[in-house]
């Protein structure tokens, strides 16, 4: 599904991300965790497309998407989600879905028709609120939400982009254990429909849930496999379980 | 040769040397600070009819360029401390709107202090004269407002590359948290740099006043010119504030020789080809 | 749509109740222009400070319709929204190159320069003279040389260019404007072409605002340089903030009160542009909403009693 050969990202004299290979496999959910300043979220915008990388390249169902931008990406069905919450915070929740269900169609210069009024593009942002269950909070001002919810709509605005593969830059960053638990399931519930490549700092987490781990240190790939194999890994646990339990 | 190519050149430089200060002060604020002035013309007018006031209270020019910094660059901590950090929050386009209300103020208010009309000051009596150029000559006074800036815009460069203060200044553009860390009122810090920022203005509105005097609507026809300046040379880069400020005044009066119906479009047009070829502009970064 | 229909008849009756045919027709262009302006602001979140530049271009390429090619004025009006919608284009493509604050500078900027422009170009724009000797107005062989009638004609136009403007607003392109508006990241994000759509956007404007300017030329068969000035962009920006940016209805109220104010106080007081900026500062420091703002929260709470 998306696979990455020598992908290489340097600043300057600093190699953030070091000749990576990843491989996620169609339908699996892939987490990708390492310390603070592993490279995790350089890697991440590569993928998305935020960052042109300094080598290697990126395959996205057996397509070269290496020189693409993040626009074309989210075209080819790379849904993303950012670290920080990142809304359109003056709209509705409701119309913050419908812009990304919208955004799949060929309306959107369409100068002569309603926008609240184009059928398929309701429906499909209602399935998205719906299955992200925030279809209760359709009319408030996406300000307005809580924390968690905030979270909970900008992964229900990426849904409505109809993609194949999400993105998820550490989704519970910021959030409050309990905030960070309601997510972590609602992703677990999409991993059944979705390809999911995870970013995520709180290791726990992610155990439960992941089928495959890959994890990073310094740019580059420390050790890859199953949650059982990754737990066990004696090199994992000194650079990274070491610290942080 | 006559010497009035030269003559035109050397006033490209003495009118290159007011952008450049003008434009110094409009990058510390624009592109350190991130205030968006767009009375920044304001000050600059205000500069030169505080300077009127003083020469024509005291009779010395002298004690005007001292003065008008002074006042101007107060002025300047009055409006950022009660209006520019409020509205910081509710965004850039506020600031922009404020700053407008300010230049409706500040133009209107010269009108009702000190009339419609030009004003003008002599060249200071020790400034008399200049030195011979072929059949004209070229006036001290202009000699010493090019050696003026040059040292005013050499010591705000020294004082923010070489002090204490100007290193925070810098970090603080890239992280006010981590300096807010040291210690240090952040915050008291930038008002100062928007006050030294719009005092340059001042002090560049007072020292074109001998040769230009004072209109109430100079600061809005320098505003465009040093938007473009800043451009040119890159936005939150003093050097290239400095360098395109001279390379703005050089243009206008080689255009001006050339073909004076395009002098000031050739600017905007030079502004054009900068975005188009080098959008961060000939020194800015990225 | 209320509101729409309030507002068809306060622009039918004016002229009935007050007897200032030119100056209700002045409001009318005025407010288009401001309308347009804050198709940028409102919705799309871009203050531009050259708006006068697209109204400028409109003016004068609908006046030399009229003048060299004895262009009906339909056609010449056509025109005016053709060019002011293509120099908009334009300089909308390179003012956006930028983030924020500087595409503002650069609006600023490229106003001079064609103001400058219009200045020297005598042949074309009159230079500080004006352009004169535009034909009176007339439509298939009606005539229009008579200031009520060029009202009502000013008004059904610029009435059928603000429902237009509604319908874009509430189009889906007009959403995708708010979303760039409240998040231009998250908008490339989730798909959209972001600087395409801001061309559009500026396209539209300008193509409203470049229509202005014809009905503008038209109304007192003449072209003033401040068509083109700085200081009519600065006019919009503050008659547009007066009267609110959060809805169309706002810009139109703003530009009114604005054109009102502007006319009459300038008699009582020359001095009265200091009492404007004091106002203005007061409104961008307390009232953001504008009038129209405090009269819809006034409204509201009275529908809530």
């Known amino acids: 599904m998306l696979r990455t050969r020598e992908l290489t990202k340097r600043f300057g004299a600093h190699v953030a991300v070091d000749a990576v290979d990843i491989d996620v496999r169609p339908g699996t959910l892939h987490a990708i965790i390492g310390p603070n300043g592993a490279g995790k979220t350089t890697l991440f915008n590569l993928l998305s497309g935020e960052l042109r990388p300094s080598g290697g390249s990126i395959e996205f169902a057996d397509c070269d998407v290496t020189r693409l931008d993040a626009t074309s990406r989210s075209h080819l069905g790379m849904g993303r989600s950012f670290q920080r919450t990142n809304v359109f915070p003056k709209l509705t929740v409701f119309e913050n879905v419908r812009l990304a269900a919208q955004s799949r169609t060929d309306q959107s210069f369409a100068l002569w028709r309603t926008a609240a009024s184009l059928p398929a593009v309701n429906a499909r942002a209602e399935a998205a609120l719906e299955e992200i269950g925030l279809l209760g909070h359709r009319a408030q001002l996406a300000s307005e939400l809580a924390g968690g919810d905030q979270r909970l709509l900008e992964l229900a605005i990426t849904l409505a982009t109809d993609p194949v593969l999400l993105l998820l830059d550490e989704p519970s960053q910021g959030l409050s254990p309990e905030d960070a638990r309601r997510l972590i399931d609602r992703i677990g519930a999409l991993a059944a429909r979705y390809t999911i490549v995870l970013i995520e700092h709180n290791m726990p987490l992610v155990m439960g849930l992941s089928d495959e781990i890959t994890v990073m240190n310094f740019g580059r790939i420390l050790a890859h496999g199953t949650p059982a194999e990754i737990r066990a890994d004696p090199a994992v646990r000194a650079a990274y379980l070491g610290k942080t339990a | 040769m006559s010497g009035l190519v030269e003559i035109q050149l050397l006033n490209g430089i003495v009118q290159g040397m007011i952008y450049a200060l003008v434009a110094a002060g409009l ?66 386009v506020y600031q922009i709107l404020f700053t407008l209300g300010l230049v409706l103020i500040a133009q209107e208010a010269i009108v009702l202090i000190w009339g419609a009309n030009p004003t003008s000051v002599d060249v200071p009596r020790a400034l008399d004269g200049g030195v011979p150029l072929g059949v004209v000559s070229f006036p001290y006074y202009r000699l010493f407002l090019v050696a003026a800036s040059a040292l005013v815009i050499g010591a705000v460069w020294l004082a923010l590359e070489r002090t204490k203060y100007g290193a925070i200044i810098r970090a603080g553009i890239d992280d006010p948290e981590m300096v807010a860390c040291i210690g240090i009122d952040v915050q008291l810090l930038f008002t100062i740099v928007f006050g030294i920022g719009v005092g340059l203005a001042g002090l560049a509105g007072a020292l074109i006043l001998p040769i230009r005097g004072g209109q109430p609507a100079m600061g809005n026809e320098l505003m465009a010119t040093s938007f473009a300046v800043v451009v040119i040379g890159g936005l939150g880069s003093y050097l290239g504030a400095v360098v395109g400020g001279i390379f703005v005044g050089l243009t206008q009066a080689i255009m001006t020789i050339l073909y004076p119906a395009a002098s000031e479009v050739a600017i905007f047009a030079a502004m054009a080809l900068v975005i188009l070829i080098r959008p961060q502009g000939l020194f800015g970064k990225r | 749509m209320t509101r729409f229909a309030v507002l068809v008849v306060v622009v039918a009756l004016a002229p009935l109740v007050l007897h200032y045919p030119e100056l209700e027709t002045q409001i009318l262009t005025f407010g288009l222009l401001a309308v347009a302006f804050n198709l940028l602001l409102g919705e799309m979140g871009f203050l531009s400070f050259g708006q006068a530049t697209f109204n400028g271009v409109g003016a004068y390429v609908a006046a030399n319709a009229l003048i060299a090619a004895h262009a009906a004025l339909p056609l010449a009006l056509l025109a005016g929204l053709v060019a002011g919608g293509a120099s908009a284009a334009v300089i909308g493509a390179l003012a956006i190159t930028g983030r924020g604050v500087y595409g503002v500078m650069l609006t600023f900027a490229f106003n001079e320069m064609a103001y400058y422009i219009a200045f020297q170009w005598r042949d074309v724009t009159g230079g500080d003279n004006g352009l004169r000797g535009i034909p009176s107005p007339a439509l298939f062989g009606l005539s229009l040389d008579d200031a009520t009638r060029y009202y009502y004609f000013t008004a059904v136009v610029v009435l059928l ?114 009492v404007f900026g004091l106002i203005f500062c007061a409104v961008v420091l307390f009232f953001r909403g504008g009038l129209w703002g405090i009269a819809d929260r006034w409204g509201r709470r009275a529908a809530h009693a």
Not at chain 3, 170 to 182: K, N, T
Not at chain 3, 259 to 274: D, E
């Open chain 3, 161 to 274: 260019a603000f429902a237009a403007l509604l319908r874009i607003i509430d189009s889906p392109f007009g959403a995708v404007l708010r979303a760039i508006r409240e998040n231009e990241d998250r908008a490339r994000a989730i798909g959209f072409r972001v600087r395409r759509y801001k061309i559009a956007a500026f396209a539209i404007s300008g193509a409203l605002s470049g229509l202005a300017g014809g009905l503008y030329a038209e109304l007192f068969r003449f072209v003033p340089l401040q068509a083109i000035d700085l200081d009519t962009s600065t006019n919009v920006v503050i008659a547009t903030l007066l009267g609110g940016i959060g809805s169309p209805y706002g810009p139109l109220l703003g530009a009114a009160i604005f054109t009102v104010l502007s006319n009459s106080l300038s008699h009582v007081w020359s001095h009265w542009p200091l």
């Open chain 2, 27 to 92: 990058t510390l604020i624009f592109g350190m600070l991130d205030i968006p002035n767009f009375a920044h013309g304001a000050f600059y007018a205000l500069g030169a009819y505080v300077a009127f006031t003083v020469v024509a209270a005291t009779g010395n020019f002298w004690l005007a360029i001292a003065v008008v910094p002074l006042v101007v660059a107060g002025l300047g901590l009055v409006v950022d401390a009660f209006a520019m950090r409020r509205l910081a929050r509710a965004g850039h």
